[in-house]
C-alpha cells in the first residue's frame, strides 16, 4: 500500500511541474518577439519544395516573380523564405508584401511564437 501511495504522490508531483505555466518560470511564449529577418517573398508552396523550379515548368513563369504570383494567383499565401536555413515565415498581411514577390528583402515585424506568424511592420528592399 505504501509503495502505490509514493507512486501517486510522485506522478502528482511531476505531474504539477509538467502543467506549471511557463510564466512561472520566466518563459514568456505569448508576446511577440521583435524581429528582423532577411529573405525573399515567395509563395507557400515553392518554399515548401525550397524551389521555384518545378512550378515554373508548370506555370511557364519566366522568373521568380511571376511563379509567385501565379502560385497566390492559385492560392497559396505570401510568405518570406530564408534560402540560407530553409526557414518560411508566415505572414500576416500578404498586401504590404505583394510588391516585393520574388525579390530579397528585410522584414521589420515582430514574431507571434504562438501563431508562427510574423507581422508585418515594414519592408525593406535588398540591394
Known amino acids: 500500500m505504501f509503495k502505490y501511495a509514493l507512486a501517486l504522490a510522485a506522478i502528482v508531483v511531476v505531474g504539477g511541474v509538467a502543467a506549471a505555466p511557463t510564466e512561472s ?9 521583435s524581429m528582423t529577418v532577411r529573405g525573399q517573398i515567395w509563395d507557400s508552396t515553392c518554399a ?5 523550379g518545378k512550378m515554373m515548368t508548370t506555370t511557364k513563369a519566366k522568373d521568380a516573380k511571376e511563379c509567385t504570383l501565379d502560385c497566390v494567383k492559385a492560392g497559396a499565401q505570401l510568405v518570406l523564405y530564408n534560402t540560407d536555413d530553409k526557414t518560411t515565415y508566415r505572414l500576416d498581411t500578404q498586401d504590404k508584401v505583394k510588391e516585393y514577390a520574388g525579390q530579397t528583402v528585410t522584414v521589420i515585424g515582430s514574431y507571434d511564437r504562438s501563431t508562427g506568424v510574423l507581422h508585418v511592420d515594414r519592408v525593406e528592399t535588398v540591394m
Do not use: K, V, Y
Open 25 to 33: 518560470i520566466g518563459i514568456a511564449q505569448d508576446e511577440p518577439q
Open 48 to 52: 515548401a519544395a525550397s524551389s521555384h
